[in-house]
């Protein structure tokens, strides 16, 4: 079963809770691939953002389209298909294994179903998240970091057309982090990634392209050389960034604002 792309646009989305207005009238687009970074201080808007891409927050106004088709036009299986979502925060229903969770997550693209095959795709990816040896442990003994690394993996075995996570690599130690951020930004060159990412530098170093919100609106939009220059980024997150160039980039250095 082959999965449809995942060119994606957003129109004038506008989410509200009470008197607060979380999204204001917000657009993008994207073709089918590439790796965007959403960045922006708390309060910005950013997991909203992304769970109204993924259909499980409905906004106030405007629309989401896949491929020129409405959100909510697309079957539970289309979106299953096309849509993965990795939140900030999990807890699955059942205390289930490691090995229960990622096989899921496979079953959900039908990669089980093709016997071998779909035992190597989950094996794969157990082994690319470092899971070996904890394919029986179970959810609730795991630490914040392995359960990252496991999430990740039941998103990924399906290898959706388009990825929204939600600052995947928040709960990692440094090797891990930069692994995780590094595969995310690596699937823009075939799929699409979405990706809310609290470490600036990460963003600038891997990403093609830097989305910069505030109050839920977007502040600069633009290829990840040229955005890290824009004076926008410092008066955004309130503070000076001195631009330290290195071998491997520009690493961001902040100082209170004057």
């Known amino acids: 079963m082959t999965a449809i792309s995942a060119a994606i646009s957003a129109e004038r989305l506008v989410v509200r809770r009470g ?6 009238g917000l657009s993008l687009a994207s073709d089918a691939t590439g790796s965007i970074a959403v960045i922006g201080p ?8 992304l769970k109204v891409l993924a259909g499980i927050e409905r906004p106030s106004g405007g629309e989401v389209r896949i491929d020129g088709r409405e959100l909510g036009a697309l079957s ?41 095959g779909g035992d190597d795709a989950v094996q794969r990816i157990a082994t690319t998240f470092e899971l070996a040896g904890l394919e029986h442990r179970r959810w609730s003994t795991l630490s914040g970091g392995e359960r ?18 939600d600052e995947p690599a928040a709960a990692l130690d440094i090797r891990h982090r930069l692994d995780v951020i590094a595969a995310l930004a690596h699937r823009g060159r075939e799929r699409l990634s979405i990706v809310v990412v609290h470490d600036l530098d990460l963003a600038f170093r891997f990403f093609d392209r830097v989305l910069l919100l505030d109050r839920g609106r ?16 410092d008066a955004t997150f309130g503070v000076r960034f001195e631009r330290l160039r290195t071998a491997g980039g520009v690493l961001l250095r902040a100082d209170k604002a004057a």
């Open 19 to 24: 008197s607060a207005t979380l999204l204001d």
């Open 218 to 233: 977007v502040v600069a939009d633009g290829p990840a050389a040229a955005l890290i220059d824009d004076p926008r980024l």
């Open 42 to 49: 708390n309060g910005a808007g950013k997991s909203t953002l």
């Open 76 to 116: 539970g299986a289309e979106r299953a298909r096309s849509i993965g979502f990795l939140p900030q925060y999990f807890e699955p229903h059942w205390d289930l294994s490691v090995a229960e969770l990622v096989r899921l997550g496979a079953e959900r693209a039908g990669r089980t179903s093709a016997g071998r």
């Open 148 to 165: 990252a690394r496991v999430l990740l993996a039941t998103v990924l075995v399906v290898d959706p057309p388009l990825l929204l996570a």
